[in-house]
């Protein structure tokens, strides 16, 4: 393994908790940072971008890319879609000596914590079950059937933080980008 060999972390979170919003913030902050976009079989909402949000693949071309071993990581969010890292890409920014970002659900990070077990895990959390629910609604991009599914994977996933390296809590923004620029060892 070469010296500047990039780390990677892991970003794990429920559902409208700020993930979104606050990985904004630390990659407007933060140096030498590359974000890894997932393939899903979901389709893009409005305003979102192929190959800059997601990949957008079809269910036959994510079968294709699990076979090829070209995910390092996949799952099955909120029941219905699939999601994976592409493999290649990140092994292409780590051997750039990039820090690497990988936002994936609980089943994703339990995978990675199998195969790479040295990648440091981070949990966003709301700050309480009321909030996490007014910011799901208030957000109103979802109808109310997979609010209901979102929510369930949510409480699946706040009762497993403890399984990760550290939980930051989504109080403020400004307040959780500088706990996370802190984990990834940014100082400015
Ligand atoms: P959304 O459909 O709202 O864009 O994403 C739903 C969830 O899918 C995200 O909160 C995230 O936890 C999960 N997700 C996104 N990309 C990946 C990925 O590459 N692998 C896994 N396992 N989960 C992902």
């Excluded at 090829?68 to 999601?83: C, I, P, S, T």
């Amino acid at each position: 393994m070469a010296n500047n060999q990039g780390s990677v972390f892991v970003v794990c979170g429920p559902t409208a908790v700020g993930k979104g919003t606050v990985l904004k913030e630390v990659f407007r902050r933060g140096t030498n940072l590359w974000y890894s976009v997932s393939a899903t079989t979901r389709p893009a909402r409005p305003g979102e971008i192929d190959g800059r949000d997601y990949f957008f693949v079809s269910n036959e071309e994510f079968d294709a890319l699990v076979a090829a071993g070209d995910m390092l990581e996949w799952a099955v969010v909120h029941k219905v879609h699939r999601y994976g890292t592409p493999r290649k890409p990140v092994e292409r920014a780590m051997e750039a000596g990039k820090t690497v970002i990988l936002e994936v659900d609980l089943d994703g990070a339990r995978q990675i914590r199998k195969t790479m077990p040295e990648v440091k895990q981070i949990f966003i959390a709301p700050p309480s079950w009321e909030e996490l629910k007014a910011r799901l609604i208030g957000r109103a991009t979802e109808c109310a059937e997979e609010q209901a599914r979102r929510l369930e994977t949510a409480k699946t996933e706040l009762d497993a933080q403890g399984e990760f390296d550290v939980v930051v809590v989504n109080d403020s923004v400004a307040d959780a980008t500088e706990q996370i620029l802190h984990i990834l060892g940014i100082s400015e």
